[in-house]
């Protein structure tokens, strides 16, 4: 049994310690718990992380299998072993490592810490390789993309700065590392620094790795990427814009009113009751039902069959065929309704770490805004968050808007791989089978899908039009674009131009008192007139009372389409492409149209295909070149290159005369 001790650490009747004693014991003590604050030190930063994470995304960590669970646990210990080399190596009193591994601490540490707060804080998850493998800066992939200005990000760049000079000032207090031992840590830290970029880590919806490794695995895709070493992203797609400064604008609508786009992802035209019809069989019976009022446009065309694309051409109404430097300098639509004093917002069950989507639209000024990942921290990389729990955040937070005001509603659920409900399938046989002998079945699993994603449509609709500000609301319908099920060989979008993908369904409804009669005629004149995307953004606009603003008219001239809300329409030739300088495609394409006449081809075409879409809607009957004049000759001018290369095992097609 362990004797009794007094005061001074001795046994009852024990002689006294001598004085010589007394200080080597609490020197002995003090090297101890200095010893004890060191290692703590060490391994602060990996701890940091850590907890951050747990306080971040606890309820989310509590799921993972064991499998991912310990996945977790093993990048955790890698970085406590590389922020503990690095700051082991820094704490050393002198020699030129200590200032070198000094401000690689400080540097690191402040980026992965900072830029992963900053990023979690604006999308919900942690910035990865999906968010910057498309990356065109290397310098910019290194901080995020992210708006370094905006409160937030500032914020934890400035605490992960805080944070790392202080553990490194502690540390060269408490951490004394001896000769021998620094030499071989320092020989470990380029070993540590390769480590950390070559550790595989899971980064995609679950993230069931540190959050420091993660950004670590982001950064080196990026580098290596730009270094030739890897070739994960060979096509463009969206970087961050830059857009020019809009003046203050006065708003003068005809009207005292409202406007929210709800954009559509993939639908087409021939699922949905386009025009208002009692007894709607098609895919879209709840928004039918929620606008009986509504306006059809029956020839809207999107230019394209690529979001990326849409998007750019409904929000800025700029052609797809410009430069570089004029589609990522138009303002959008927000920039305009912003300058003019209105509220603003954008919500969206879009996964926008897709292809870089959210760079598009990370700095557009809006109150209030939500993506997939801030609905759903798990949502997929291609349909996105459920597009009932988009409903349900617009639904909470649409009175919170101030009149008047301009929003977005961005669905997402219609993009394959499709969400679909078997309760809610009344579209059958229905298989999610992309097998040729089952197309009609895959089809009426893609209408199902269609009706799902409407359930969620008509809800929002019936929500706002039962709100004192829904009385004053106009609200515009469309699609991106539309989806293909083997009517010209080709299945979902992107790779054509054929009726299937860019035809889309597209209504205005807007209650008594919110439009001019005039406006309210147009619009109708407009049922059956051939109308495109880029007179959506024009229209946006006149309903915003700023068309004829004058200080609008620097950007007004850049756009090819019309108002839908005026008489003149859009008559002259327009350009149809999924290849872009927003949003580089795998399989070129180009085409034109003017009024129902429409040519196209793809990369292993000799000449471009002539159809009259109003004769021959399926799209099934080339007329030649000379009956589409002048439109191929104005598109090989447009488009230049047109090659034809059949790749192997493409059809070969006889269109006859």
Partial sequence: MAPDLDREGAAPGAPPASPAARPRAARRAARRRRRWIGLALLASPALWFLVADVLRRGRHMTTFDRLHAAGY?????????????????????RGAMRGVTGALFVALFTLACGVQGGFHALYNIYCSIDSQIHSQSIPWSIVGTLPLGHPRVFAHLAVALGLALGALRLARRFVRPRRLRRRVAAVL??????????????????????????????????????????????????????????????????RPRNVVLILQESQRADVTCVEHDPDCELATPFSNAAAPGRMPLLQMRAHDSTTAISISNLWSGVSPTESHAVLSSAPLLWDYAHAAGWDTAYWTSQNLMFGNARLYVQDIPVSHRVVATQLDPGADLDYGAYDRQLTDRVIEEWGELVEPFFAVVHYSNIHFPYVSDPLHSPFQPSELSKAPDKNEHFKNFYRNVVYLSDMAVGRLIEHIRGTPSGERTVLVYTSDHGESFREHWQLGHTSSLWDEEILVPTWIDAPEGTLSPEERASLAGARDEFVWHLDLAPTFLDLMGLWDEPRLAPFRGRMMGHPLTRPERTVAPVPLTNCTWVWGCSFRNWGMMQGPLKIEAREWDGEFHCFNVLEDPLELTNLGEQACAPLPDLGRALFHEMPNVTPPGRPKVDWGG
């Fill in 73 to 93: 646990a093993a990048t955790v210990v890698v970085s406590l072993g590389f922020w503990g080399v690095l700051l082991y190596v820094a704490s050393g009193r």
């Fill in 189 to 254: 830290v380029p070993l540590a620094l390769a480590a950390v970029t070559r550790i595989p880590v899971s980064y995609r919806v679950i993230q069931s790795s540190s959050a420091d490794m993660i950004y670590f695995h982001g950064v080196t895709a990026v580098v290596k990427e730009h270094l030739g070493i890897t070739d994960d992203s060979s096509d463009l797609r969206v970087q961050r814009r830059d857009p020019e400064r809009v003046p203050r604008l006065a708003a003068r609508p005809a």
